[in-house]
């Protein structure tokens, strides 16, 4: 038995799922603690904080993320440290002009900033983006490496330090939203430390870099990039438009609670297809092209009959999940006309389309197709604007917001399977029947187990 745990424990989907959980735990927790300590101005902009420094995020590291840990997974011991060290070259110069960027537009436009919602993030987001860089390096090469009990620990580190403030901050403190943003400064630069302490972000080998690693990554990054802020904004398009529209922050907080909630179908997601990348990538580069299918079945199947047991308890106890982030102050806002637990339930539907719709652009990314993931996530993401617009300037009602979620993730699993269709045919029944395969795989291994400890036992 004893045996068994440990295998279970040393697992990659098992470590890469705790990290995720342990992340998103943790960062429920937090969500609710401010969404229960700030007024509903102050909320509105730590979301508009977070969101924005999500979307610049993705350009920071979408030119290098998906290309290091596809070119890794084949990659030569020596030429392991030159695209390191090219991720590492890449991810500072872009930090540096993003950075420089957003310190200019805020001088141009500093009254208008100073009056608006993102005052925190033009703020402050200029100092997080260089204290967080080893930590978000150190992310992206352990998963390269598929070293997941590394990336569970960073995650825990930084999560928990930030979650271990704010329940004290709630209880005793009573700090203001500078004083909170001031603590995550804190927290991510000890985060940081600890990873260049460790080595872990790649720092030392940023002399390796070379122009040819640095081509190869740029090459799969100017689509891999858009792919990933395409990605960002598909989850925070609906916000950023809300904040500009007329129902104004408190409709910004109130539409990300929901948000949030939804959070916990992709826990399993984030997990599972950081294990599938590499390992569809491997395939490719080798030429294994039907073991490359094989993996998006196993994984497309497992994934979907997993998020329809998620998609039903947040459907059947969305008014309770509500309650539980948020309290009671945000479950009645009739003068705003948005009803918060019918979005939930809407954004419950969305989750069975993840699984497939996040698998397609895997697939793609997988058999060096970037440009054609870019290509699904534009027009998906060109969807969900009109239909943002529409819902809000022409239904005048935010839970068509989230109905226009479900319109352009239907839209990007059929884009996405037609352009897989191109290297390996693609079914829903042979997607299912994989799946029913994994479970019935795992049942009986679980049982095996089972009956060998029983016999020990005896």
């Given at each position: 038995m004893k045996?068994?745990?440990?295998?279970?424990?040393?697992?990659?989907?098992?470590l890469s799922l705790s990290g995720n959980l342990i992340i998103a735990l943790l960062g429920f927790g937090g969500f609710a603690l401010l969404a229960r300590s700030l007024n509903t101005n102050e909320f509105a902009q730590w979301v508009l904080f977070i969101s924005g420094g999500s979307l610049v995020e993705m350009l920071r590291y979408g030119i290098t993320n998906n290309g290091l840990v596809r070119f890794l997974s084949g990659a030569t011991e020596e030429n392991k440290g030159q695209l390191i060290g090219?991720?590492?070259?890449?991810?500072?110069?872009?930090?540096?002009?993003?950075?420089?960027?957003?310190?200019?537009?805020?001088?141009?436009?500093n009254d208008t900033i100073t009056n608006s919602p993102y005052s925190l993030f033009f703020n402050w987001y200029p100092v997080l983006a260089f204290?967080?860089?080893?930590?978000?390096?150190?992310?992206?090469?352990?998963?390269?490496?598929?070293?997941?009990?590394?990336?569970?620990?960073?995650?825990?580190?930084?999560?928990?330090?930030f979650f271990s403030f704010l329940v004290i901050n709630y209880f005793f403190l009573k700090r203001s939203i500078l004083e909170i943003?001031?603590?995550?400064?804190?927290?991510?630069?000890?985060?940081?430390?600890?990873?260049?302490?460790?080595?872990?972000?790649?720092?030392?080998?940023?002399?390796?870099?070379?122009?040819?690693?640095?081509?190869?990554?740029?090459?799969?990054?100017?689509?891999?990039?858009?792919?990933?802020?395409?990605?960002?904004?598909?989850?925070?398009?609906?916000?950023?438009?809300?904040s500009i529209s007329p129902f104004g922050s408190d409709a910004v907080a109130l539409f990300s609670i929901p948000l949030k909630l939804t959070e916990i179908q992709q826990i399993p997601l984030r997990s599972f297809t950081a294990t599938a990348f590499p390992k569809m990538s491997k395939a490719s580069l080798e030429g294994k092209i039907d073991s490359?299918?094989?993996?998006?079945?196993?994984?497309?199947?497992?994934?979907?009959?997993?998020?329809?047991?998620?998609?039903?308890?947040?459907?059947?106890?969305?008014?309770?999940?509500?309650?539980l982030i948020s309290g009671y102050q945000y479950l009645d806002h009739t003068a705003l006309g948005i009803n918060i637990v019918t979005i939930v339930k809407i954004l419950s539907v969305y989750g069975l389309l993840l699984p497939i719709d996040r698998m397609t652009g895997i697939g793609l990314d997988s058999i060096n197709r970037p440009s054609v993931n870019a290509l699904k996530v534009s027009i998906m993401l060109i969807a969900n604007i009109i239909g943002d617009f529409i819902a809000i300037?022409?239904?005048?009602?935010?839970?068509?917001?989230?109905?226009?979620?479900?319109?352009?993730?239907?839209?990007?699993?059929?884009?996405?399977?037609?352009?897989?269709?191109?290297?390996?045919?693609?079914?829903?029944?042979?997607?299912?029947?994989?799946?029913?395969?994994?479970y019935k795989s795992l049942w009986l291994q679980s049982k095996k187990h089972l009956n060998g400890f029983e016999a020990v036992k005896r």
């Open positions: 045996k068994l745990l440990n295998k279970i424990i040393r697992e990659d989907n098992f090219a991720n590492v070259f890449i991810s500072l110069v872009a930090t540096l002009i993003i950075a420089l960027l957003l310190i200019f537009v805020r001088l141009i436009f204290v967080n860089l080893p930590f978000n390096n150190a992310l992206v090469v352990q998963q390269a490496k598929m070293k997941y009990d590394k990336i569970l620990l960073i995650k825990a580190l930084n999560s928990g330090l943003i001031t603590v995550f400064l804190i927290v991510n630069t000890f985060t940081s430390l600890i990873c260049i302490i460790k080595s872990w972000d790649g720092l030392k080998l940023i002399r390796q870099s070379n122009k040819t690693t640095l081509k190869t990554l740029l090459n799969f990054g100017k689509y891999s990039t858009f792919t990933l802020i395409g990605t960002n904004l598909l989850r925070n398009a609906d916000i950023l438009i809300i490359v299918k094989e993996l998006f079945n196993s994984y497309s199947g497992a994934l979907t009959y997993l998020f329809f047991a998620v998609s039903i308890v947040t459907f059947v106890f969305a008014k309770e999940f509500v309650i300037y022409v239904f005048k009602s935010i839970e068509m917001v989230a109905v226009s979620t479900l319109v352009f993730t239907s839209l990007g699993i059929v884009v996405g399977a037609y352009f897989l269709n191109k290297t390996f045919s693609i079914s829903m029944l042979e997607i299912f029947k994989s799946g029913n395969i994994f």
